[in-house]
């Protein structure tokens, strides 16, 4: 059985007074550590065009759902998906491993990192930090282990960068004028 499970048995057991506490006291609950893969737009369109070239056309339209809509695999999967590719969720993502490998041998990223993507460029664009945890639809607004999952520190730098280039572009523009 799961540790979740347990953990939510035992507890229950103890709060319903059944048994005094969990006799393995409290079973942590650890979060997974955050993803760190980004795609350009360029490559998820090379993997869209991978999977309609394979004939998996419901894989390259669930990449633009996930990609457009910033998506989980498990929320693009549940748009009833999984009749066009059958049953098991894990054909969905062998089908994206599969098409991945061609296009991109060697690369690791997963499709969570598609929705990972579509956060950051809305948060390089300007998109305010509790607007984007209204389209995650979470409280990433008010975690600090969720902001730093989904807001790499190449964010910041990103744009200070942009900041800074659009200041010595003008100045160039200008200098150019004489």
């Keep these: 059985?799961?540790?979740?499970?347990?953990?939510?048995?035992l507890n229950a057991a103890a709060s319903y007074q059944l048994i005094t506490k969990a006799p393995i006291g409290r079973v942590p609950n650890p979060q997974p550590a955050g993803r760190s893969g980004i795609c350009p737009a360029s490559e998820i369109r090379a993997l869209q065009q991978g999977a309609e070239a394979r004939g998996r056309w419901a894989l390259a339209l669930g990449i633009g759902i996930a990609y457009d809509r910033a998506l989980s695999p498990v929320d693009v999967r549940s748009i009833a998906l999984r009749n066009v590719l059958g049953a098991g969720k894990d054909l969905w993502e062998r089908h994206f491993r599969l098409t991945r490998e061609v296009v991109m041998p060697g690369d690791t990223r997963v499709m969570l990192d598609l929705r990972r993507t579509a956060k950051v460029e809305a948060d390089i664009g300007g998109m305010s930090r509790k607007d984007r945890a209204e389209l995650l639809a979470n409280n990433r607004d008010k975690s600090a282990f969720l902001e730093?999952?989904?807001?790499?520190s190449t964010v910041v730098k990103s744009r200070q960068s942009l900041s800074k280039r659009v200041k010595a572009q003008a100045l160039t523009e200008a200098d150019a004028k004489g």
């Design 1 to 9: 059985m799961r540790a979740g499970v347990w953990r939510a048995l």
């Design 148 to 152: 730093a999952t989904y807001t790499p």
